[in-house]
């Protein structure tokens, strides 16, 4: 699993791979259809395609004459579930702090209202 999370985040550190799946999260593409928003070759795209492969994030099918990407969801819920449970446990650190700091403030009005009675 870690591995291929490691070869998931490598795979979309890239801006041109994150603009590749975006459009593929619309629908299937071929690599001429991905290349044209783009000023670089058909071949670049297709390394770039490779590697988003390689990854499990796309993969490529045979439709006649087309060889279509499709976009694969699967890898992206094994990423959103490790990147949730980071992220709750760092909600979970931050309501503690928020309840400390509740505390701290309590006390602090208490002890301001103390003083003023005994003044």
């Known amino acids: 699993m870690d591995d291929q999370l490691s070869q998931a985040f490598a795979a979309l550190s890239d801006p041109t791979r994150r603009d590749i799946v975006a459009r593929l999260a619309i629908g299937d593409a071929t690599v001429n259809e991905l290349a044209e928003p783009f000023d670089v070759t058909v071949q670049n795209i297709s390394k770039h395609i490779k590697v988003l492969e390689d990854a499990g994030l796309v993969s490529r099918t045979r439709d006649a004459q087309r060889r ?15 990147i949730e449970r980071y992220r709750q ?31």
């Open 68 to 82: 279509p990407v499709h976009f694969e969801a699967e890898v992206f819920d094994l990423m959103t579930k490790w």
């Open 89 to 119: 446990q760092a909600e979970a650190r931050y309501q503690r702090l928020d309840a400390v700091l509740a505390n701290m403030q309590d006390g602090s009005n208490e002890d301001t209202i103390t003083k003023r009675r005994s003044s």
